[in-house]
């Protein structure tokens, strides 16, 4: 059984050592699919992109493209060399990231960015020109702003308010929580500025993961930073990074959110990468794929949320993520209709699915202001907005996004990516092709 191979589908990778454009083959084995190919230089590699269920052929949707309203800067060299973003790229901006700090207050055992060096911050002219491209090529996007650690920048409330001022409705910091916990002064100034929720990183309920993942306790920490978000209303996601050492604390991550419902809005997981920094235990850590978590959380909480009530993305390729979304009533979580929100089910249009995404992370990932509506102003069908509003107050999101590195990066999910990092020099690259590294960590686009 596990030695029969079937052959899936052929697509384009990356050699993870010279980074050169190289065919791969998509194939089964048993269970599991491999990404499999071979660099003229530095042999073959294969690489575990799928275990178990729901089957990767039916999870698979196919979008129909639409070029985004960028500057489309000409193919030269082709996909993923010409980024900014290039005239064939299939997605739309969801959400733009800005880098407003190369700095940070931990020294993470696993971290994209590489972060914790000495460079100089952008000033605030610099991240107004930010904003201006952003809606140069198409924006307003959601936003989120990451580092770094964006917190050790004490004009951060500055950078929130100038984004709100040129129009960027949704803006989110991806943190630590190591500040949000220890300086209640800085939060509230941060929520006074237009801060509308936090991208908490959140590895687990016990401090065992945190000295693995992060060199030092931080569980208390995270308790009181929610606790302080709770006191100014921001919104909280938690951001679980997902390796075999928690990928069975999915259900009690996701319990201790819904203790707190009342300011966190959901858990984003995210499976380990191999990209940026990560240690040499980390890189030999069996690598997990998203249908294990949809599986480990159905597992973990003996059934109570089902992993068919999980959805492929409306707006990234479908291998990117998985997303439900539920309302907590009577201590159960009920899905929501899959076609309700993010989901297209049939064929979707690419920005279609875009503009939904960014409108279901603007009312589900904020604070909980549940705006009512008069039902007399909305039309008969009941617009999406209204569906919305009504169910806010006591929706929860779970989610997963799977990054790409260069052993498992297919060009074809990268055309389609929808997450977009706003590059020193001003323009769009999607996020894994950013943060992309050779096996020497080498960068193929982040400034060194
Ligand atoms: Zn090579």
């Known amino acids: 059984m596990e030695n029969k191979v079937e052959a899936l589908y052929e ?29 003229g230089k530095h042999g073959s590699f294969s690489t575990v992109i799928w275990r178990g269920s729901p089957d990767i052929e039916k999870w698979r949707i196919d979008k129909i493209p639409s070029t985004p309203n960028g500057y489309n800067f000409e193919e030269d060299k082709g996909c993923p ?17 800005l880098e407003v700090t190369k700095r940070c207050n931990l020294k993470c055992n696993v971290c994209f960015a590489d972060s914790g060096g000495m460079s100089a911050d952008p000033d605030l002219d610099k991240i107004r020109t930010y904003y201006r491209r952003a ?9 989120q702003l990451s580092g770094g650690e964006p917190t050790v920048r004490d004009d951060l409330p500055e950078i929130i308010r100038m984004g ?17 916990a220890e300086d209640e002064e800085y939060v509230k100034e941060l929520r006074s500025a237009g801060l509308s929720s ?15 993942l992060r060199g030092r306790e931080l569980f208390e920490i995270k308790v009181k930073a929610i606790e302080n978000c ?60 998203l249908p294990e978590i949809m599986q480990s959380i159905e597992n973990e909480s003996a059934g109570r949320i089902k992993a068919a009530d ?28 899959k076609k309700s929100c993010c989901s297209g089910g ?67 999910r990268l055309k389609q990516c929808c997450i977009h990092v706003m590059s020193e020099d001003g323009n769009l690259i999607p996020f894994c092709a950013y943060n992309m590294t050779d096996e020497n960590s080498n960068y193929l686009y982040r400034r060194r």
């Not at 040129?166 to 190591?178: A, D, P, R, S, W």
């Not at 920005?351 to 705006?371: C, H, I, P």
């Open 198 to 212: 936090i991208f908490l990183q959140f590895d687990g309920v016990n401090d065992e993961i945190y000295k693995k």
């Open 346 to 412: 049939e064929t979707l249009k690419a920005e279609v699915g875009a503009a939904k995404s960014r409108q279901f992370v603007k009312k589900f990932w904020g604070s909980r202001e549940v705006k009512l509506r008069d039902p007399a102003q909305d039309s008969i069908s009941q617009s999406f907005d209204s569906i919305l509003n009504r169910i806010n107050s006591r929706s929860f999101s779970i989610s997963a996004m799977a990054f790409q590195d260069a052993w498992n990066v297919d060009i074809e």
């Open 164 to 180: 709100k001022e040129c129009g960027f409705e949704f803006i989110q910091v991806n943190t630590n929580g190591l500040r949000f």
């Open 135 to 143: 809606l140069e090529q198409g924006g307003p996007y959601n936003v």
């Open 230 to 289: 709770r006191k100014y209303n921001i919104g909280v996601i938690l951001v679980p990074v997902i390796c075999e050492e928690n990928l069975n604390d999915t259900a009690r991550i996701i319990g201790f959110a819904l203790e707190n419902i009342d300011v966190v809005r959901g858990v984003h997981f995210q499976p380990v990468s191999f990209f940026g920094r990560y240690s040499e235990e980390m890189k030999y850590n069996r690598r997990i794929t």
């Open 81 to 97: 060399f010409d980024c900014g973003l290039c005239s064939d790229h299939k997605q739309h901006t969801c959400t733009m990231l």
């Open 310 to 337: 999980f959805a492929p993305p409306c707006c990234e390729h479908s291998l990117c993520s998985f997303h439900g979304n539920f309302i907590y009533e009577g201590g159960e979580l009920k899905p929501i209709s």
């Open 11 to 39: 697509t384009e990778s990356l050699c993870p050592q010279c980074l050169g454009k190289i065919k791969a083959s998509v194939v089964r084995r048993g269970s599991s699919v491999y990404m499999e190919k071979e660099c």
